[in-house]
């Protein structure tokens, strides 16, 4: 079914958000104020989701994007509009979920921090394969697998390894012993180019997956640790002690679900403790660590966030929290 639209806003996902004709209706690669013509894909309750078909008013902003596989790969959400618009829109959005959907009675400004390039910077990349259609690629917003023998998103090395599997198919050699269905994860870890098959996302530990943006996140935690003095930390959802590897306390207890043999800690006042923290007994689990309360709590958890956070406060009962997030909707929920 076909519906017109008219864009008022991005949301965090970057989606155009139109409310014409008090039709609720969320639509990928559209710019505020675009109007046009989309393919609804899906519907949940009141709120309907759409493929863009055409435009009848197109935005000043929207640009060619530099990448051939757009319009059909689901990995990029802003590729048709210059950088300096996708900052501004993802801070309209979060300053929205703060204030109009969670209803904060204020919130400090919030600073952009723009990262160097927009190009060749992930380290991991997971890719989805189909044995029997012989496909191999990223997902579309229909689910299918679209074939990217040159994605412009991963750095040099993984780029150049993604070429390699599909010449000549060779990726098929490496599944061959594996299921009909499945996903390969190319990522980077202590500079050496890995290769995961149907093993969980970051199967050997998390990684920051932009370098020069985590560098920068470095120089930030850096100045709150030197500005927030504390003898001891609760690094939660930690890996391998990213966020606290330049924390100065005597003591850092660094807690995540990942395999200790997975793990290099970054700093020798670390102690790495393999808990799984969205298992039922997990406050009981770190209630044996015998930390001390009153002290620094750090949060970096996946996307789903920590819908608990009030228990785990309640019984580490910190001086202060900081909360690193990668998804505004939870980040503002549990704060």
Known sequence: MNK???IKHIDSLGQGFSSLDDELIFIPR????????????????????GKLISLEKSSPERITPACPHYEDCSGCDYLHTQYENEMKFKQDALKDIFLRQHRFANIPDIKIHEGPYREGYRNRIQLHYDKKKKVIGFKSYDHSIV????????NDDIQTKLKELYENNSWLELVKKEKPKGHIELYFKDRELNININKYYAAEGFSQVNEAMNDKLHELLSDYFSKNKSEEIVDLFGGAGNITKNATSERILVVDSTDKKFIKLQNDKQEYYQINLYHRNSLADLKKLEFKTGQTLVLDPPRSGLKNIDSFT???????????????QTLARDL
């Open 4 to 6: 017109k639209f008219k």
């Open 314 to 328: 309640q019984e580490i009962n910190p001086n202060s929290i900081l909360y690193v997030s990668c998804n505004p």
């Open 30 to 49: 559209t710019l505020p104020s675009e109007e046009g013509l989309c393919e609804i894909t899906a519907k949940k309750g009141r709120v309907q989701f």
């Open 147 to 154: 074939p990217v023998n040159q994605c412009l998103v991963p």
